[in-house]
């Protein structure tokens, strides 16, 4: 801040040549750089914002130095004039500033990148050219061609370790002696001065000097040419590189880049952020493919790793050797924590990656891979726990499942924290969908929401969904009966079924608001929501119609109302029975499928319509205006033709059909309605079966998808109403409120004459009272076929009395027996009948489980 401009530019200006302004801005100082954790987290309460991590940059320049500081336009200019490295690195920095996200324009960007490439490639050539001359003037052995073939895969190199590499090869080809060293170092030093030329001038007892020349204001020299991608612009410090990341870049321009400034891959922007590319292209959203170019490898990263010795917060441990540390640490600076405590994997969830892209960084993190599924960030949260939250798929949360638990586990878990009052997770309603398939495969799942929906609760709500669907059906029918009969006095009361009408109607209207308070965000996502809304209003509508109006001015509303109390009927079986949601769930597959078929169906008919048309006006069967000359005649106007077109697409044509027989005599319709049948009964026929019965083969899957992604959906609404059972009081004591206690105490009645069921009735019948078995109620008791259960029982006692030729022994069970059926269907009958006056209140658990829970429990394996 409160930079003398002026006094930097007459500082420059000292330099009278061009190559002494220019060697001041490439000149480089150690920079310390201190990061801090993120002032602006929630989590951050400290007076004194706390050290993410402390690094010497040694990179840094005197012209990055100048640019993060926000030179004026004069000095911008001074510097394009002085480095031609800033002028090319500027231009491209400009235009890609101006790119919006998703933006297609990228053309300006790879011509200009092209450009580079093709100043690298002829620069590349002269090197080679120069060191082949260089050495043969001294060196008529040496091998040219393996040189040159050699140098030009430098060409393709991305990372500086294998440049190094290259480059010892090269000179372990020169043989030691009357070498220009000189000479071959000026030229290479415009790549990278290694150490294995140190070495071989050494031993040849050469003597070293650096030259770099400027090459003109039409080309780069090699240096100058990565230098244009390794500048940084403005206070964020952003290279070319990064702020391409943050416009989703097509993958050939980030390839180009990476070849032409390679160790841009891991350099850092400003302490503010300390992001490298790969951050940027997960928080804005890059296309996997680019994502994975982005991600540092170990060569990478290592002109990096060395300066996080000076860290003073993360610790990576000392165990292995050297080389094992090395990659660790590499590892680290590409995936590991950023200011605000999250790691790469924390990322994937944040900005929504795609599926790909964590299965890319995963797979290049390696081992470390566990190491970062079990990091928190500094709420606690670990990556798969946002994943949840966030409603990934269970493929993505497997993926960032930490090694210690296993994707079944969690599975359970989020069942139980969706449909019990068990809330370890809070799963975003988006995963329902991924969930539901997880759930319609594995029998434990299934399980955990059969034992729910028999608690009185969900079948008390299921019972009441039934009863509305019924009493909707029937007291509307009445209600239209009575206001619609001819000796009803204008004036008269309200019959007694439009009460049960607008109870049923308010009951619905209920049901939905809670749906809405319950997940305000995704109700109105979903289509059967607006259908279950417009039953509502239609219904209501009509009910209301009703007391005001005469209803016979309103046939449409009141057929509508009619159609949609059936098909709210459907609704609920749709929602409550597995097999009702497969058909329903067909249904709509198939209608969605057909949509094509219909198009195309009625274009025809509306051709053959025409056709017929034409050929009776054509024919003169038609009088004047359109007029028929006979009554049966069907196609002297086009609509009455096109009726008849979809009675015969229908029921086909009939030939002995009047209409037809005279329309025959005025022209030739057989040919037309010959081609029509054919079309139609031979090929639209087949097309249509050859469309449903392929569209019907995956219906089973997705229908046990939609039921038990309703099931899901039912369970999150119900824990509104459990929420109105209890409060707090004011020492924050959760307490029962007066409904939650009545049910409570319904529930202990229902267990205290169950038991006393059992005992003063089903015992004393017992076959025999001394083999007693372990059961919780009398339902399981007398339905089981395990130890002690009734069949098992009476199979053994039967058998045993039988082996002993025991006559009298087995009329005894017999007559128990009988006693014991007729005992229990006259209980059960009984419980039956309490149970659809209470609603399922008076219903004991397994009751419940009889009638609503598939009558027995899959069982586990």
């Known amino acids: 801040l409160n930079v003398d401009w002026e006094r930097v530019v007459s500082l420059l200006n000292v330099f009278e040549d061009f190559y002494g302004k220019k060697k001041v801005l490439e000149t480089k100082f150690g920079r310390e750089v201190t990061v801090y954790e993120d002032d602006r987290a929630p989590w951050n309460n400290d007076e004194e914002t706390a050290i ?99 140098m030009t895969e430098l060409e393709g190199k ?111 922007d400003c302490s503010l952020y300390d992001w490298i590319p790969l951050r940027y292209s997960l928080n804005y959203a890059a296309l996997p493919a680019v994502t994975e170019l982005l991600i540092p490898k170990e060569d990478d990263a290592a002109y990096f790793v ?53 299965k890319a960084l995963v797979h290049y993190a390696g081992d470390f891979a566990a190491e970062l599924r079990e990091m928190g960030d500094r709420q606690g949260n670990y990556p798969y726990e946002l994943a949840i939250r966030d409603g990934e798929g269970i493929d993505f949360i497997e993926l960032l499942t930490p090694n210690s638990m296993d994707i079944e586990t969690i599975e359970y878990d989020l069942v139980s924290s969706i449909a019990t009052t068990n809330q370890k997770y809070k799963p975003s309603e988006e995963i329902y969908s991924t969930l539901a398939v997880a759930i319609a495969e594995k029998y434990p799942l299934q399980n ?33 009966e009575y206001y619609t009969s001819d000796g009803r006095d204008s004036d008269s009361s309200t019959p007694g079924w439009w009460y049960p009408l607008i109870i049923a109607v308010s009951f619905m209207l209920g049901r939905e608001l809670f749906q809405v308070l319950g997940r305000p965000e995704f109700y109105f996502l979903v289509m059967w929501n607006y259908v279950e809304l417009a039953i509502v209003g239609v219904v209501g509508a009509a009910a209301i119609i009703m007391q005001i109006e005469d209803i016979r001015d309103y046939n449409s509303l009141i057929v509508a109302a009619s159609f949609f109390t059936w098909f709210n009927f459907i ?15 067909g249904m709509q597959k198939i209608v969605a499928g057909l949509i094509p078929f219909v198009v195309i169906s009625g274009l025809i008919l509306m051709g053959f319509a025409e056709m017929f048309w034409a050929q009776s006006w054509l024919t003169g069967a038609c009088g004047q205006n359109g007029s028929n000359d006979d009554e049966d005649q069907k196609f002297c106007n086009y609509w009455d033709s096109l009726l008849t077109m979809y009675a015969f697409f229908v029921g086909g044509i009939d030939v002995r059909d009047e209409s037809v027989e005279n329309a025959n005599k005025w022209g030739d319709f057989t040919i037309i309605a010959c081609l029509f049948g054919f079309i139609v009964a031979i090929v639209l026929l087949n097309v249509v079966i050859a469309i449903v019965s392929d569209l019907w083969d995956g219906v089973s899957s997705a229908g046990e998808k939609v039921y038990w992604e309703n099931r899901l959906a039912f369970f999150h609404d119900l824990l509104v109403y459990e929420r109105s059972l209890v409060k707090e009081d004011k020492d924050g004591v959760p307490r029962r409120t007066f409904l939650g206690y009545f049910l409570f105490m319904i529930e202990e009645l229902v267990r205290t004459a169950d038991n006393l069921l059992e005992r003063f009735i ?100």
């Open 306 to 358: 060395n300066h996080l010795d000076h860290q003073e917060r993360l610790k990576f441990g000392v165990q292995g050797t050297l080389e094992e540390m090395q990659k660790r640490r590499a590892k680290f600076f590409a995936f590991g924590v950023d200011v605000y405590g999250s790691n790469a994997l924390h990322w994937t969830v944040v900005y929504d990656a795609p599926l790909e892209t964590v």
């Open 52 to 150: 993410h991590r402390q690094y010497m940059d040694p990179e840094d320049t005197v012209l990055n130095q100048i640019l993060r500081r926000h030179p004026p336009s004069f000095v911008k200019e001074l510097l394009e004039e002085i480095s031609l490295s800033y002028r090319w690195s500027r231009a491209l920095f400009d235009i890609l500033e101006k790119l919006e996200r998703d933006d297609d324009e990228w053309q300006t960007v790879d011509e200009l990148l092209k450009e580079i490439q093709i100043m690298e490639d002829k620069r590349m050539r002269d090197i080679v050219v120069d060191i082949s001359d260089q050495i043969q003037r001294n060196h008529e052995q040496t091998n040219w061609e393996a040189i040159e073939q050699q």
């Open 448 to 480: 955990l929401l059969i034992r729910r929906s028999c608690e009185a609760i969900p079948a008390m709500i299921l019972m009441l969904d039934f009863y509305a669907a019924i009493f909707l059906i029937v007291s509307f029918r009445q209600s239209v």
């Open 571 to 585: 609704i609920f079986l749709r929602n409550t029975m597995l097999s009702f949601s497969i058909f329903v769930s």
């Open 158 to 268: 991305r990372s500086v370790a294998e440049e190094k590499k290259v480059l010892e090869s090269i000179i372990e080809l020169v043989e030691e002696g009357n070498v220009d060293w000189d000479a071959v170092e000026r030229r290479l030093g415009k790549i990278k001065k290694t150490h294995a030329i140190e070495k071989a001038k050494h031993g040849s007892g050469g003597s070293s000097r650096l030259v770099l020349q400027h090459v003109g204001n039409s080309e780069l020299s090699l240096a100058e040419l990565r230098e244009v991608f390794y500048i940084k612009h403005s206070w964020r410090e952003e290279t070319l590189l990064m702020i391409s990341s943050r416009r989703k870049p097509p993958v050939p321009i980030v390839e180009r880049m990476l070849k032409l400034g390679p160790k841009a891959i891991s350099m850092v």
């Open 762 to 861: 089903l015992k004393p019948l017992w076959v025999r009272a001394d083999l007693w078995g372990y059961f919780d109620n009398i339902v399981d008791r007398m339905f089981s076929k395990e130890y002690g259960g009734f069949r098992w029982q009476l199979n053994y006692d039967w058998n045993v009395a039988k082996s002993a030729n025991n006559g009298r022994k087995m009329t005894i069970l017999v007559v128990k027996t009988v006693s014991l059926v007729v005992a229990f269907s006259i209980i059960l009958a009984v419980w039956f009948l309490l149970g659809l006056v209470s609603a399922g209140l008076l219903w004991s658990k397994a009751i419940r489980r009889l009638f609503l829970g598939r009558h027995t429990e899959i069982s586990d394996d």
